[in-house]
Each structure stands twice: as structure tokens, then as C-alpha cells.
């Protein structure tokens, strides 16, 4: 990826450019020293005088209204404000005319800028004051006083929050009086600019110590840049946050979110002090100090897929490249692209007004249809249908063209979706809601409608990272998410009205990523790269977890490595410096899964001992417990030497019928409640009320034998025996209410073998005692 810079040979400013901002993908205004706006058409290349302000106005920075307001999209910014160095902000409209001028600061107002909603104004000046004023200019607040200049400010993601410079430091103060103010040290020399990105919530900042950094919510360094020849002058992040330009003297680079550099132009230019990306994300806009505006386009993209490799060779043409056979194809479009993905043998390309979707099998014919919004911020693909994210909406549609659905939420704002906070699979999509971080929207893909009983997802603390799986059936659909805290869950999207069974299987998990073929799930935690092969076993058997795993040391990947895909048996990582990795892993577990998948269970059985390998026999063992199939799960149980679970199994074999048999491979796999509602459901009372026994459930077993009115004889015997064991009293008061009148007779029946005991219990009310002997095998 590189930047295609340009700029006309003769400067239209006679002075400095102070400030730059698009209105349209096409159309840029310019502010400079020479008291001049200027209006840059890009496509007619034409560029026009829209006022010549006042002699005593020198302008410093300027910021369009919002176009997202209320939910209605405006096709173009209307009107922007324009601070400068006379102590007043000016709010002009979109044909030069000054609406209002307000007297805001002493000394400069050295940058300004609307919140996401248009609803707020901040202004910061040399006085050291940053102020909040209504969207008409009405003061509303003093938010704080500095002793030094404020030379940057910008608003958080959800606009209670505003970042500002305070010479060497950067504060985040939230707007709430009492709220808690975050400060830390960011650079050696006076912060000149920064910038806050509303989709993944990273800053910038840029200072006279010559070097940028990004930085997250929480004020923790994520990349420091090596110091440049020249102060940073300007910073800007692109509208989906996934890029970030940089400006200096005669510099001009553009940086992955990461930190790392695409690519480094040496313009000449001057210090570039503003930088405006264009609305689509294609385009750099930059003031320079010589008076030229100068325009860079984001060309040379790549993407990646098996054996194909396409290229933005120009802002309307890619090439194909089959590295297989070197044959080589053009893609002319007619307007500009904007987002392409390729991925499951489609390349989906939005241009600014139309969808183009290919099949890697066919160049030459794509499908088009015109898009409702211009501008699409995100596309993401599943096996069967793609995603498109838009300034007004999330639209999902098939490869055929025909749009499927356009699911909806309560606040829902598509300018903050990224890959990180939305996932689809064939049957679900999940969307984190950024209103509040806990909660998960779940949604059917083909209607649209809310999954289940409608209710979201919900975890205790903010989620910063989800995915779902992409193979399997739609009941048994698994959805992964990090946390704040870089924990890493897995739970299911379909509940059955029960209450949501969130586990842990990770600790400080930095990326993840699902294989595209089949539910294997890899990760970078902290110094390792860990492949979970089958991360349902923890719904199976929790103690052979850490058996189906396969660690690496990552330690080689450096800090913050990022995993870009996991396709087939090969998982791509790029490192800190922007260089990709890739790793191999064995291909075995993934021919498992298309086995178990197809109920093969005599190929998996073969395959296992064909690798003899403990962790493809610990999968085989939490896949079979997971399809009921008991005979493939003894034989992997007494591979990996778990003799306990083989005994156990062997014992569920013998039961006589289904039902306990299904309750008993629920017991097995910890599913307590539902064994037991199945046993009661086939009137296997007796059986029920023992579970709870063997568990030392001793309120469950008396509340069952109550209810039911048989074996509360049995329980109280137990119960007594217990406390015996323990040399211990009865206190349960339930315990002694219905022990009172009941003698318990422990002997040994010459009729029953050795270890097996009966006793009985009368005297009772018989509306509760059944007056029957039991067999019961007891511990001894």
C-alpha cells in the first residue's frame, strides 16, 4: 500500500494553508493565511475563490458540521466552523457566508470541533481554556482551565469525553462534573497535534519531540514512532481507523492502526500542517506551509486469498493474480473503489455507487447492483452471504445480489462497526453494541430478526473483540469474545430460554481468528500462539480442555502481533513492523472434524491411530461425548490413559434404559439440571432423586422425594449416613421435620451380594414415606 500524491505547480494560496476539510469525496475547502477560502472540485480539477474573509481574520483550523444527524444523512456537509487567531470562532455556510461570529477566547482559538451528533461545539485557545458551546454558538460550559496553550482537542467515540494537549501531557476529561480525569505524560516536547477514533478508540498524538504515538482509551502506549527529522506537525486517523497519516516538514506518511509504516513520501511542500481524510477513506487532503493543498490517493491494497492475490494498481482498476499458474486479469470499474474483501471464492468490491461481486472461478462477468448509500464502511463475508455496512445501515446479502436482510437495534450506529465489534457466520450475525460495551446483539441472518427470545447477550465487563464460528449446525453456532481485562469466552448464541453459559478458556488474549473450513480457533496470548482444535470440549468435559490445545512460543512475533487470517491449516500473523508470518499447523484435526461432521466415527477412530497423537485422541474423546456416541468415546478415553472415564462409561452401557442412559452422558459432561429434568420427564423418579444423593444435593434430593411422595425414607438414610461418616449432627431443619417418628435400620440383606444394603423406614405419615426396601449401592 502506498500513497499517489499530487499537487498543482503553482500554489493558489499566496500564504500558508492553515486548514483543510472535505464536504463530498470530490470537494475540499482550503483556509490560508491570505485570508482566502478556497473550493477544490476533483473531478472537473477546477479550483474557486468562495470568500475572501476579513484582513484581521487569520484562520487556524476548520471542522465541517457532521452529516449524521438524528439518523438522516445528508448527502453533503453544509455549513463548518472556522477558528482563528483573533480570539473569535466564525460558523460559515457552504457558500462563504459568515452566519456568526463569537468572541471565544483571549488570544488565538487554536482548534475547534463538533461532537459526533452536531450537538456540541469545543474550542480550545492560547488562554489555556476549553469551552463547550451549543450548535447556534451559545456558551454552555468552561470545561477546564490550563496554564499553558491548548493547541489540539477531539471528542471520545461517544461524545462525553473531550482529549486535550496540555504542553507535554494529554488529558481526557469527561464531561460529567465529577467524573474521574485521566492525564499522563505522552511525549518529550509540547504536543502539537492529536486525534481520537470513534470505530476502534485509538489516539494519536504528535509533538516537537518529533515522533507520534498511539495510544488506547486507557492511556497505555501502543506504538511510539522513531523520532523524525523535523517536529510532527499533523495527525490524522482515516474514518474507519484502520489507517493513519502523519505530516512534517516535507513529509508525508501513511501508518497501519498498529503503528507501522505503509509507506513515506518526501513532497515538497513545506510543514504539512492539517491533515483531512476524504469521507469515503481513499483520499488525503494536507495544508501545506508553502501554500499548496496537497492530494494523496491510497493505492496498491492487497488482499489475499489460497492462490489469488488482487491489487489496487489505480483508484479504478485492480489486478488479479493467480500465483498458481501466473495468469494475470484486469478489473476496470467505473467509478473509484472504496472496500473490497475476497474471501470463501468471492472478491466483493464497493465502488462510491455501485457492488460488484465476483467469483474467483469467473472474472469476466461479475454481478452489480447499486448501492443505497455511497460511502460503505465495512464488508464482511461468510460461506454463503456477505455484509455491507453503510452510513445508513447494515445490509445483508447473497452472492446472487438479492438483499436478505437489514437487521436493526436501539441506537444502533453503523460509523463506530468495525471487524473487531461485528461477526457473521451462514445462519447468525453478532453485533457489539458500542452504546454499552457489555452487550452482544444477536440476530438471525436470513430475517433479520432478533435470535432467540430477542434478549442480548450480556457479560460482566466491556467486550473488546468478538467472532463466531463458521462451521457446524445453527444450533450448535459458538460465539468467542475478549474482554477488557483480555479474557477470552466462549458461549452459545442459542439458549432455549435457559440462562447463558459464558466460559473462560483464556487469559490475556491479544487477537483471535476461526478457521474457515472447520471450528478451530486460534489465538495470540500473551508469549504464546495457541490452536484450540475443539473449543466445545469445555461444554463436554472441562479436564481435557488444555489436552486439545497446541501452543507455540510466539515470542518471535514481537510486541502486538495481529492475526490477519486463518485459512485451511495456515494462520497468518503480522508482526509489530508490519511483517506477515505464516504458520502451519498440522492439517489432521481439521480432517477429524470433517469426519465427526459426516458421523464417520470408525475414519476418526482410523485417523487417530494413523497419527498417534494425544491431542487427536483427546478431540475424538469431547466429540464423541458431544454426538452421545459412547463406543467411539471409551476407545479414545483408554488412549489418552483416563481410566476413571472409561469405567464410567462402561457403566452407562449397562443401564437398561435410554432415557437413564442419555441422563447419565449428560452427568458425565456436567449438565446436572438437564439429566436430572430428563429423568423426571421419564418418570425415572428414584433415579432422579439419586443423582442429587451422589452429588450431596441433600436439599434438591428431599425437595424431589417430597414433591413426589416416594423416598424420603431413602434420603434421610443417606443423610444420616453421611453425618455418621463425618461424625457430625443434623441442623438442616427441613432434615429434622421429616426425620421425627422414622427409624432407620441399616443391614446387610442375605438375598443381596456384598456392599449392597437395604433399609426401611416407617412410622412416617405415608403421604411421604414409601414403605418399600430399596437397593441402593452405597459408598463404604
Known amino acids: 500500500m502506498r500513497l499517489k500524491t499530487s499537487h498543482l505547480k503553482e500554489p493558489k494560496h499566496k500564504e500558508l494553508v492553515s486548514c483543510v476539510g472535505w464536504t463530498t469525496p470530490d470537494e475540499l475547502y482550503s483556509c490560508s493565511d491570505d485570508h482566502h477560502i478556497m473550493k477544490w472540485n476533483l473531478l472537473t480539477s477546477e479550483t474557486t475563490q468562495v470568500v475572501k474573509l476579513p484582513d484581521d481574520i487569520y484562520p487556524i483550523d476548520l ?40 468572541e471565544a477566547h483571549c488570544g ?88 481520537w477514533n470513534s470505530v476502534n478508540d485509538l489516539i494519536l498524538s504528535a509533538g516537537e519531540d518529533c515522533k507520534y504515538k498511539v495510544w488506547d482509551s486507557y492511556s497505555r502506549l501502543l506504538y511510539s514512532s522513531q523520532p523524525h527529522d523535523y517536529p510532527i506537525t499533523s495527525v490524522a486517523w482515516a474514518p474507519d481507523g484502520e489507517l493513519f497519516a502523519v505530516g512534517s516538514f516535507h513529509t508525508l506518511r501513511l501508518c497501519d492502526k498498529t503503528g507501522w509504516s505503509y509507506a513515506l513520501e518526501k513532497p515538497n511542500t513545506g510543514s504539512i500542517f492539517n491533515i483531512a481524510w476524504s469521507t469515503d477513506g481513499t483520499q488525503i487532503a494536507g495544508a501545506c506551509g508553502n501554500g499548496h493543498v496537497i492530494f494523496a490517493h491510497v493505492v496498491e491494497q492487497r488482499w489475499e486469498w489460497k492462490n489469488f492475490e488482487i491489487t489496487l494498481t489505480k483508484r479504478r482498476t485492480m489486478e488479479v493474480r ?66 455491507l455496512i453503510d452510513g445508513g445501515g447494515i445490509y445483508l446479502y447473497s452472492y446472487e445480489g438479492r438483499l436478505i436482510s437489514s437487521p436493526k437495534f436501539p441506537g444502533m450506529r453503523t460509523d463506530v462497526l468495525n471487524a473487531q465489534t461485528v461477526s457473521l457466520s451462514n445462519d447468525t450475525l453478532a453485533i457489539k453494541d458500542k452504546a454499552d460495551e457489555k452487550v452482544i446483539y444477536l440476530f438471525e441472518a436470513l430475517s433479520g430478526k432478533p435470535l432467540g427470545d430477542g434478549k442480548p447477550l450480556t457479560h460482566k465487563t466491556e467486550i473488546t473483540e468478538i467472532a463466531l464460528d463458521q462451521k457446524g449446525l445453527t444450533n450448535e453456532r459458538k460465539i468467542v469474545f475478549i474482554d477488557k481485562n483480555r479474557d477470552l469466552y466462549i458461549t452459545s448464541v442459542k439458549r432455549f430460554g435457559k440462562e447463558q453459559k459464558i466460559i473462560k478458556i483464556g487469559t490475556m488474549t491479544h487477537t483471535l481468528a476461526w478457521n474457515d473450513t472447520s471450528n478451530i480457533l486460534c489465538g495470540l496470548q500473551d508469549t504464546r500462539f495457541t490452536v484450540w482444535y475443539y473449543p466445545n470440549t469445555v461444554y463436554v468435559d472441562k479436564d481435557l ?50 469426519y465427526v461432521s459426516s458421523s464417520k466415527w470408525e475414519d476418526a477412530v482410523r485417523l487417530c491411530r494413523f497419527v498417534k497423537d494425544q491431542t487427536m485422541w483427546a478431540c475424538l474423546a469431547a466429540m464423541a461425548v458431544a454426538n452421545k456416541d459412547m463406543t467411539t468415546a471409551e476407545i479414545a478415553y483408554a488412549s489418552i490413559g483416563d481410566i476413571d472415564k472409561v469405567q464410567y462409561i462402561n457403566s452407562i452401557k449397562e443401564l437398561p434404559s435410554k432415557e437413564s442412559r442419555m441422563a447419565h452422558i449428560l452427568l458425565f459432561s456436567g449438565n446436572i439440571q438437564d439429566a436430572e429434568m430428563l429423568l423426571l420427564q421419564a418418570g425415572l423418579i428414584y433415579q432422579a432423586i439419586q443423582v442429587n444423593i451422589n452429588l450431596y444435593n441433600w436439599d434438591r434430593a428431599l425437595e424431589l422425594a417430597v414433591k413426589h411422595k416416594t423416598h424420603v425414607d431413602t434420603v434421610l438414610g443417606y443423610r444420616q449416613k453421611f453425618l455418621e461418616d463425618f461424625g457430625k449432627k443434623e441442623t438442616n431443619k427441613r432434615f429434622l421435620q421429616y426425620a421425627e417418628g422414622v427409624s432407620i435400620l441399616w443391614k446387610l440383606s442375605p438375598t443381596f451380594s456384598k456392599g449392597q444394603l437395604a433399609f426401611c423406614g416407617h412410622n412416617l405419615c405415608k403421604k411421604h414415606c414409601s414403605y418399600i426396601f430399596a437397593l441402593i449401592q452405597l459408598w463404604m
Open 108 to 195: 488565538a482559538v487554536l482548534a475547534g470541533r463538533w461532537n459526533y451528533e452536531g450537538t456540541a461545539l469545543v474550542t480550545v485557545g492560547e488562554d489555556g481554556q476549553i469551552k463547550i458551546w451549543s450548535k447556534s454558538g451559545m456558551l454552555r460550559s468552561t470545561l477546564a482551565q490550563q496554564g499553558t496553550p491548548v493547541y489540539s482537542v477531539a471528542w471520545g467515540p461517544d461524545s462525553e469525553k473531550v482529549l486535550y494537549t496540555s504542553g507535554k501531557q494529554l488529558i481526557i476529561k469527561p464531561l460529567q462534573p465529577n467524573a474521574k480525569v485521566l492525564q499522563w505524560k505522552a511525549h518529550d516536547g509540547v504536543i502539537l497535534k492529536l486525534d
Open 545 to 594: 480442555l488444555p489436552k486439545t490445545l497446541y501452543e507455540k512460543d510466539a515470542s518471535e512475533f514481537s510486541k502486538n502481533p495481529q492475526i490477519v487470517r486463518f485459512v485451511g491449516n495456515q494462520a497468518t500473523i503480522r508482526r509489530a513492523d508490519g511483517s506477515l508470518i505464516h504458520l502451519n499447523i498440522s492439517p489432521y484435526p481439521a480432517i477429524l472434524h470433517e
Open 322 to 387: 493467480n500465483v498458481v499458474n501466473d495468469a494475470v486479469d484486469l478489473l476496470e470499474f467505473r467509478d473509484r473503489v472504496i472496500k473490497a474483501s475476497l474471501n470463501y471464492g468471492h472478491l466483493v468490491v464497493s465502488t462510491s455507487l455501485q457492488c460488484y461481486v465476483f467469483s474467483t472461478k469467473n472474472w469476466n462477468t461479475p454481478l452489480i447492483f447499486d448501492l443505497k448509500e455511497g460511502t460503505v464502511s465495512l464488508i464482511l463475508q461468510a460461506e454463503r452471504h456477505f455484509l
Open 63 to 102: 471542522h465541517w458540521f457532521p452529516k449524521n444527524i438524528g439518523g438522516k444523512k445528508q448527502s453533503q456537509a453544509e455549513s463548518f466552523v472556522l477558528t482563528s487567531s483573533d480570539g473569535k470562532f466564525h460558523l460559515i455556510s457552504k457558500i462563504g457566508r459568515v452566519e456568526k461570529s463569537v
